[in-house]
């Protein structure tokens, strides 16, 4: 079983920043994949962004520039750092893990961006 802890999450205004932090424990054995994805009120789940074991990225459109995700694989945690927030921004972001076992969540982190 793998445990995935969360933090970061918070209340900023539009325009500020936040770091999100998620470390995986537990039977992580080989990680394929962690990422970072974010669910809106009334909408569905989407991919914020996720980065391979090889360090290759991706991300949503909609914050493409704006969020970078980064990993410590020697500490088994994933970063997201969130730049120039928006209040579409508002969402619970939940960190995932995939590897050789399936697929792992968090229990999610609420970012709400308001003045």
């Known amino acids: 079983q793998v445990q995935l802890v969360e933090a970061g999450g918070g209340l900023v205004q539009p325009g500020g920043s936040l770091r999100l932090s998620c470390r995986a424990s537990?039977?992580?054995?080989?990680?394929?994949?962690m990422g970072w994805y974010r669910q809106a009120p009334g909408k569905q789940l989407e991919l914020a962004a996720s980065i391979t074991s090889t360090g290759s990225t991706n991300y949503a459109a909609s914050v493409k520039g704006r969020f970078t995700i980064s990993r410590d694989n020697a500490e088994n945690t994933v970063y997201l750092q969130m730049n120039s927030l928006k209040p579409e921004d508002t969402a619970v972001y939940y960190c995932?893990?995939?590897?050789?076992?399936?697929?792992?969540w968090g229990q999610g982190t609420q970012v709400t961006v308001s003045s």
């Open positions: 995932r893990l995939l590897n050789a076992l399936g697929v792992n």
């Open positions: 537990g039977r992580v054995f080989s990680i394929n994949e």
